[in-house]
């Protein structure tokens, strides 16, 4: 479902800022896979996401989704089949935008747009039995301006506007992030109902290594823009966050060697 090939990004490249954000990737998901990566400040996670999503162009590479080469695809044409929740509730709705009026922008993306009525009443019947799906009383708030959400509620809806036209890949950019540890838990909960019950081919950034080993079926680790481990489902179960740390020291102290050596 998703390929990644050799792709490598410098930002600032020839100058005294230049950066190196993303080394020789390579990453391969399967249709259904749901894969968490994590990593520290700077390791290439976010930027990871955004060669995917086509907001930042690689500088070489390879990018496949769904056995299509989106390289040289702008970001609003990928938008069909991709599916993305950001870290800031707000980034994913329009605040002064009702809760149906988003749903029905969402329902659209990616497709051609023309004059018509935006909420239907058979489009306002669906969005209703979405909303329930959520489990937080927003189908009888449709009306309701996006802004007056709260955070996690905003965050829920993200999660539901991505993720239900069933785009060929969903991204979720440490979307839990700015929510308290309660609210947190709930759009965690809703995730992993949405993307099992929806069959989501996924990758979730995380710098919580309890949410990445409890989630997904692989995770994958960065650092200073390489994967420099994964661990596949029966890694994955056994694994503790004690493990990662142990791994992640080896391999900081492998890169350590292999720069001083170079």
Do not use: C, W
């Not at 540890?181 to 919580?208: D, F, K, W, Y």
């Amino acid at each position: 479902m998703l390929r990644l090939t050799d792709v490598n990004k410098t930002f600032f490249a020839g100058t005294p800022n230049e950066r190196k954000a993303l080394r020789h990737i390579d990453l391969h998901l399967a249709k259904g896979d749901f894969v968490t990566v994590i990593g520290s400040n700077g390791a290439g996670k976010s930027t990871l996401l955004n060669v995917i999503g086509g907001s930042v162009p690689v500088d070489s590479g390879k990018v496949e989704i769904a056995g299509h080469d989106v390289v040289k695809t702008p970001d609003y044409r990928r938008a069909s089949r991709i599916g993305r929740v950001f870290q800031d509730p707000a980034a994913g709705t329009a605040p002064h935008l009702t809760i149906e009026q988003n749903l029905a922008v969402a329902e659209r993306r990616g497709k051609r747009r023309g004059l018509g009525k935006g909420v239907t009443r058979s489009r306002r019947q669906r969005y209703q039995e979405l909303l329930k799906t959520l489990e937080l009383g927003l189908e009888g708030r449709m009306r309701h301006r996006v802004g007056l959400l709260s955070g996690g509620q905003r965050q829920a809806l993200s999660l539901l506007m991505a993720s239900f036209t069933g785009p060929d890949l969903l991204l979720l950019d440490e979307h839990t992030a700015a929510l308290d540890p309660q609210r947190a838990e709930l759009v965690l909960g809703i995730t992993e109902r949405v993307v099992a019950e929806s069959g989501l081919t996924s990758l979730m950034v995380t710098h919580n290594m309890d949410q990445a080993l409890r989630m997904g079926n692989r995770l994958l680790m960065m650092h200073e823009g390489e994967i420099v481990f994964q661990l596949d489902a029966e890694a994955k179960k056994d694994a503790t966050v004690a493990d990662l740390l142990a791994l992640f020291g080896q391999v900081k102290g492998q890169l350590t060697d292999r720069t001083l050596l170079g």
